[in-house]
């Protein structure tokens, strides 16, 4: 993962559970609690593609593992975020672009429904059982519906930002002609300059100055 991505999804990340602690956690919404940090992670998977998805998702998970008032075991939702990371960059468009939204609404509630059922099955494995005592269809419809309403005003911005963290205004300048490490050849020492106008003036300048060391008896190495 290049720094930009490394830094712009930590700061993303940071500020979207911020947010679902200090302002969603405490709505008293009935049901579930909206989940901007997976919808974080949607936005940049949708970006960044499948592996990125993953290794985002579980840092993002991990670190609401260990934020407080977290009251399960640590690990929990990094392993949910991971998984739901990763397919979600499996659905990534070719050249990164969204042109309906559509599937990315789709994918969204699909992630809430995923989220939610993966988060419950995990902790009836290591014996929690709040899920059901609350409620797992009410969990699910309320997430969906939350997420989805959520999602407009969140998926876009972080894949906007995303992309424009992608066109480093450094590499485009590096990529151009300007380039002086573009012009080295795949084998040899020589420097090319330009085209071969810019080769030649090179070439002119290496013999007179091979003539002037004769001249002057300098050893050349």
Known sequence: MSL?????????????????????ARLQLPGAVPDLLLL????????????????????????????????????????????IGYLAGLARPQDGKVRSATGPMVVVVAAAVGSTLLYAGVGALVGDSAAGQVGLGGLLFSAAVY?????????????????????????????GGGD????????????????PRGALRLRSARSRASRAGRIKGVKRL
Request: aromatic share 6%.
């Open 4 to 24: 930009n991505r490394l830094l712009l999804s930590s700061a993303l990340v940071v500020v979207a559970l911020v947010v679902q602690v200090s302002v969603l």
């Open 40 to 83: 974080t992670v949607l936005g940049l998977a949708f970006v960044y593609g499948h592996v990125s998805g993953a290794l985002i998702g579980f840092g993002a998970g991990l670190l609401a593992d260990l934020a407080p008032p977290a009251d399960h075991a640590a690990g929990r939702y990094a392993l949910v975020l991971c998984v």
């Open 147 to 175: 997420d989805l309403l959520l999602a407009p005003f969140t998926v876009p911005f972080v894949m906007a930002l995303a992309r424009r963290a992608e066109n480093d205004p450094v590499a485009e300048a590096r990529s």
């Open 180 to 195: 002086v490490s573009a012009g080295w050849p795949a084998s040899g020492t020589g420097l090319r300059i330009g085209g």
